[in-house]
């Protein structure tokens, strides 16, 4: 009988936030599945190994290019299935972790589609969403009362109109876009009702309080929260 796959979200850095699901079933696996992105440097392994013990545990690198080419994104994930079903078809369950949760921006979900495209098991395990992290280590609310809450990626090219739009905004993964968002901010004068943090939960983590301390050199793993009230420190 073929193999499951689990798609595991493991939080954004922090190893305490790791689900007791997400601990177990790390625990159980035949196969760990490692996002590996154009550098050395695996951080969803180096979170997960300060709980886990991955010694003994057979691992699978797969590769994420950081690249916005959808030939290149495409041939990688195609790959990523294949090396998975490989697994599964052996009869071992296969437990893909990725930063955050899976269902929100994660690469890790185009793999997971194919994999269930060609016919295998594969389940969605959430984890603490990185916003939800950043939120409470600036101590305030990500939305109250009757409140909307709008998440986007910071690249996107028209997320600018949304930040006219009543409610509380989240810009993830800014860094690309991080000097154009700052000043869409402060044409807006938003710039008191936004904090961002910056490797919330990893080492070398950074609160900027003032955004305009913030540099085009800030982390790939920075989010922006956007209150309708001013954020104070």
């Known amino acids: 009988m073929a193999g499951t796959l689990y798609s595991v979200g493991i939080g954004p850095g922090d190893p305490e936030l790791l689900t007791l699901k997400a601990t177990r079933l790390l625990r159980e696996a035949d196969v760990v599945a490692i996002p590996q992105g154009d550098n050395d440097v695996l951080t969803a392994k180096n979170i997960v190994s300060q709980v886990v013990d991955l010694t003994h545990k057979e691992q699978l690198l797969v590769y994420m290019p950081m690249t916005k080419d959808m030939n290149k994104m495409n041939a990688a994930h195609d790959k990523g299935a294949a090396d998975i079903i490989a697994y599964l078809e052996q009869g071992k369950n296969v437990v893909f972790i990725t930063l955050g949760d899976p269902t929100i921006y994660a690469t890790c979900i185009y793999v997971h589609y194919r994999v269930i495209a060609q ?13 939800c992290a950043v939120a409470a280590r600036l101590n305030v609310a990500l939305c109250e009362r009757s ?47 936004a904090a961002m943090v910056e490797r919330c939960g990893l080492p070398g983590e950074q609160v900027h309080w003032n955004l305009d301390d913030i540099s085009a050199q800030n982390s790939y793993f920075s989010i922006i929260l956007v209150k309708e009230k001013e954020i104070k420190q």
């Open 119 to 131: 016919g295998y098991k594969a389940e969605l395990v959430p984890g603490v969403p990185s916003f």
């Open 147 to 193: 409140e909307p809450l709008i998440i986007l990626p910071g690249s996107y090219k028209e997320s600018e109109q949304f930040l006219d739009q009543p409610g509380n905004k989240v810009l993830m993964k800014s860094a690309s876009q991080i000097a154009q968002v700052r000043d869409e901010l402060k044409k807006r004068n938003l710039l008191p009702n």
